[in-house]
């Protein structure tokens, strides 16, 4: 397998996982799931983050949360953004900037305080409380 392939490999999964997560947004309104992902994946109509943070109500995404069901969509963004290689500096960015436009208050479990950026809060809170052998769960 050539570098060609693995970097298209690389791509595809990470496009899987995303699209998995953000078709959730579909529920909210149709057609949001793709915008968003065209917006995470290569940067076009930011002006998505708008519409997304005056939609979402509640927490679509499952956003810092410390307890998740099993068949979650979290899991895989969890591990993606915690083990992505190469790790891509502006796709992270973008995809914590639509995860913290879809939740309207983070919760009391997140990472850092009102002081931090609440994207930089969003980041630090999905990626980084590690990927534990034993996670938490619900239900157990």
């Known amino acids: 397998m050539g570098i060609l ?11 899987r996982v995303v699209a998995n997560d953000l078709n959730r947004l579909d529920e909210v309104q149709r057609g ?6 065209a917006f995470v ?16 109500k509640g927490d679509e995404l499952e956003v ?3 307890w998740l069901p099993n068949e979650s969509p979290s899991w895989p963004r969890r591990r993606l953004l915690a083990q992505q290689q190469p790790f891509d500096d502006d796709f992270t960015k973008r995809y914590a900037q639509v995860l913290s436009a ?3 208050s ?3 479990s997140a990472v850092g305080s009102d002081a931090v950026p609440s994207d930089v809060r969003v980041l630090f809170s999905e990626a980084f409380p590690g990927i534990r052998a034993n996670t938490n769960r619900w239900p157990p």
């Open 102 to 104: 879809a939740c309207p």
């Open 41 to 56: 994946l290569g940067g076009r109509d930011a002006t998505v983050l708008a519409t997304i943070s005056t939609l979402c």
């Open 106 to 108: 983070l919760p009391d």
């Open 32 to 37: 949001l799931a793709d915008k968003a992902l």
């Open 5 to 15: 392939d693995k970097l298209r490999n690389i791509t595809d999964q990470r496009r």
């Open 64 to 66: 810092a949360v410390a």
